[in-house]
């Protein structure tokens, strides 16, 4: 029986050697890389963004106008043409902490992958040792034998390398280099969704002041006929109620003041926020006002092919994407053979001034060869979860373009209803002042009453507001399609040279014998 089970162990050995070393020559003759090469998934676009019609409608009378496949500029908020805005963007990026994070993040993506790229290189290491022992005889079988006492000195060299033969550490390297491209992309959606907040906030503090602004002249011009009404009580020309009425417009209309000044203050408390200042610390010296801002004359259209190449948050969806494929390529060499080699170089001796002397010097060589051959189903279920996480991300990827397309639909659709809302609203302040301005002559010849006035007074205050809102969102959507397109980082340099920080560790403490351990206890 044991003659049976030797000839058939030593029958599975030699086949499995076999099928190792010719898999193992083969590796190294075609330098193979298990597992699928990533390709970006085929997905179908729209033939165009927006309709012959959207481009007609989308224009004013101030000019702004659709540019069909026109590229973004990387500055894109510069087309605000407001220098107190451009600065607030560039100390964002000094000193907004999301930034400083998302670059932090990269860096060490960045880091961690050199780091693993080293494992391709042989590892050398030094070693020095000494070793003050007693032995005795009966460790050797002769109890008589008291032993003695010696001390052995050892320097040795050892050099141990890895080889990559089935691809498994390029494979893992390559899923490092998706994770460097999915930070660097967080970076680029980070900021993008920063300078497009600073943006949006800036046009809703010009919003707010214009509306507090013109919410003022309307109480000054209340106040102005609310005096006149009363030296009319006074003659008996009108009634004690019609003055109460315009008292209570007027009063009616000072309540809208207070909500617009919190509002205001907490607009300025997140444009600190977001540049890096404490909020309420004064340090915000820029203010807005939509006379400020100019309105983008021309808003570039890129064709929707592109959009997959622009957007952040798809490109680095598509990071993900690769990465799960590359950990399916890292699953499928589990079933492969491990091979090191290992070199050693050492010399001992009993006395330290002997111990490069002839005759002190030892060395080996070492193969070492790992050939799974029974771990149950593991590698098998490993990989197929690995391939469940690539669908998984596949499917994710399709949503986020999906969200994508939506995001620059709505805001085309926006832009288009925001045209018509402004000049809605444009065609009613005009009449509502003609209006108002009609009534006022009318009431100083008798010829309309003090309820006429109070109707037109409040007619035009509610245009005027909604006409400033209207203009505002123009502003605001115009701004949210340069976001919805990317942002134009592709026309700029990269991000991580832009973002400037200084090191919140302090650069003395870069060598490790500088730390405050380290020096007590030297």
């Known amino acids: 029986m044991s003659v049976l089970s030797f000839t058939i162990n030593q029958s599975i050995m030699r086949r499995s050697r076999k099928f190792i070393l010719s898999g193992l020559l083969a590796a190294l003759i075609s330098g193979c890389t298990l597992g699928p090469d990533f390709k970006r998934p085929v ?5 165009r963004l927006v309709t012959a019609e959207q481009v007609t409608q989308i224009a004013s009378d101030q000019g702004q106008k659709l540019v069909l496949g026109q590229d973004i500029p990387g500055q894109w908020w510069e087309l605000f043409k407001s220098k107190p805005l451009n600065a607030l963007i560039e100390q964002a990026l000094k000193r907004n902490p999301s930034l400083k994070s998302a670059q932090a993040v990269l860096v060490s993506a960045q880091e961690n992958r050199l780091a693993k790229a080293s494992e391709l290189l042989p590892a050398l290491d030094a070693t020095l040792s000494v070793r003050h022992q007693k032995v005795s ?12 006492v010696f001390t052995l000195y050892n320097a040795s060299v050892g050099v141990t390398y890895t080889l990559d033969v089935f691809g498994k550490l390029q494979r893992e390297l390559e899923g490092m280099d998706a994770e460097i491209e999915y930070q660097k992309f967080q970076l680029e959606g980070a900021f993008l969704t920063l300078a497009g907040n600073i943006v949006t906030a800036a046009i809703q503090e010009a919003s707010l002041r214009d509306q507090i602004k013109a919410t003022e002249e309307i109480i000054q011009a209340y106040e102005d006929e609310l005096a006149i009404m009363q030296q009319q009580l ?14 209570t417009l007027l009063e009616q209309i000072r309540t809208t003041l207070p909500p617009l000044h919190k509002q205001l203050a907490q607009i300025r408390h997140e444009l600190s926020a977001l540049v890096g200042d404490i909020p309420g610390s004064n340090a915000l010296l820029a203010e807005f006002t939509l006379d400020d801002l100019h309105l983008p004359e021309q808003l570039p259209l890129s064709v929707p092919g592109k959009l997959l190449e622009q957007r952040p948050d798809i490109r680095a969806q598509e990071a993900i994407l690769h990465a799960a494929s590359a950990q399916v390529g890292e699953m499928a060499t589990n079933i492969f053979p491990d091979l090191s080699i290992n070199a050693n170089v050492s010399t001992i001796a009993v006395a330290a001034s002997s111990l490069f002397s002839p005759g002190s010097a030892v060395w080996a060589l070492n193969g070492a060869l790992v050939q799974p051959i029974f771990h149950g189903a593991q590698f098998l279920h490993q990989k197929k979860a690995a391939i469940a996480t690539f669908e998984q991300m596949a499917a994710e990827y399709r949503s986020t373009l999906l969200k994508a397309f939506q995001n620059v639909a709505d805001v085309l659709s926006a832009l288009e209803y925001d045209y018509a809302e402004l000049k809605t609203q444009n065609a009613a302040n005009a009449a509502a002042a003609e209006t108002l301005e009609l009534t006022r ?5 008798g010829a309309a009453s003090i309820l006429d006035l109070l109707v037109a007074e409040r007619a035009y205050q509610q245009t005027r507001i909604g006409q400033i809102r209207a203009k505002t969102l123009r502003y605001v959507d115009s701004a949210a399609l340069m976001q919805a397109l990317g942002g134009g980082w592709w026309n700029r340099g990269p991000l991580s040279k832009l973002v400037a920080f200084e090191p919140t560790l302090d650069s003395k403490y870069t060598t490790i014998f500088e ?3 380290f020096r007590k206890l030297k």
């Open 441 to 445: 002559g009318q009431m100083q010849v």
């Open 515 to 517: 730390f405050p351990r």
């Open 43 to 47: 997905t179908e676009s729209p033939e």
């Open 137 to 148: 005889g009966a460790q050797f079988g002769n109890p008589n034998f008291t032993g003695s």
């Open 234 to 247: 006074d003659i008996g020309s009108i009634s004690k109620i019609s003055l109460l009425n315009q008292q």
